[in-house]
């Protein structure tokens, strides 16, 4: 019995650490696509900055087109001003000219206005450029990194499966059953003594039962929670 119980004991440590492997596994893949997604991210947004950049830089050589045509036009009738030989043929050129001129006016605000910002997205674009570059790099290596993580664990995984196919050779399949639907419930199916208590659910054990689990001869299950109850060396008793 001593030597099954001490199989019982190896047989839970290895089943914690599955246990453990199993919860990191599972939030693994869904970091990894969160990593993706930011960067996916990231270059959107910097693609609709550069599209709000060369719609205005197009905007901005149109504007700068019609200025240059209006300039002409000015000059056009600025000249025609000393040929004109009537009062009404003069005003009405130099209403024709006061016309070009504010829309020429409206037209160098609006290239102002352009101009400025196309020096403040060609800044954003500089500096989102420089962060998500590094940004990105980032987030490769936390990527590399998880895949290497996922990689070991499932190698780790592998060899606990070996190890765990070996030991429970060693038990009957009457306990091995009990113990794996004890797992099942609750878990951790073989605890310690800690003060005076069983580990498990912490209920007090008498000095009687705790007496019996030391000499670990036959299988002692908690009353209150159904967990084997063994002796380890490190115990408080
Ligand atoms: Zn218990």
Do not use: W
């Not at 036009?73 to 000249?79: A, G």
């Not at 912490?202 to 002692?220: A, G, V």
């Amino acid at each position: 019995m001593k030597n099954t119980l001490k199989y019982l004991i190896d047989l839970q440590e290895i089943d914690r650490q599955l246990f453990e492997i199993e919860e990191k596994k599972g939030s693994l893949p869904e970091q990894v696509e969160k990593l993706e997604s930011q960067a996916a991210g990231i270059k959107t947004e910097l693609e609709d900055i550069r599209s709000a950049l060369e719609g205005n830089q197009k905007e901005l050589l149109i504007t700068n087109g019609n200025l240059m045509d209006a300039t002409e036009k000015v000059k056009k009738y600025q000249d025609q001003l000393y040929l004109v030989t009537t009062n009404r043929e003069y005003d009405a050129l130099t209403n024709e000219i006061e016309t070009v001129k504010l829309n020429m006016s409206v037209l160098e605000e609006r290239q102002l206005v352009l101009e400025t910002e196309i020096e403040q997205l060609e800044q954003t674009i500089a500096t989102s450029e420089d962060q998500s570059s590094g940004f990105i790099e980032q987030l490769a290596a936390n990527r590399d990194e998880l895949k290497e993580k996922s990689d070991l664990t499932d190698a780790n995984q592998k060899e606990l499966e070996k190890e765990r196919v070996e030991l429970v050779k060693n038990v009957s399949q009457r306990f091995l059953r009990k113990y794996e639907r004890i797992l099942n419930a609750r878990r951790r199916a073989v605890v310690a003594i800690e003060r005076s208590a069983c580990s498990g659910c912490h209920k007090q054990l008498s000095p009687q039962i705790i007496y019996e689990i030391q000499q670990m001869d036959k299988l002692i299950e908690c009353e209150n929670c159904g967990r084997i109850l063994v002796f380890t060396p490190g115990d408080v008793e």
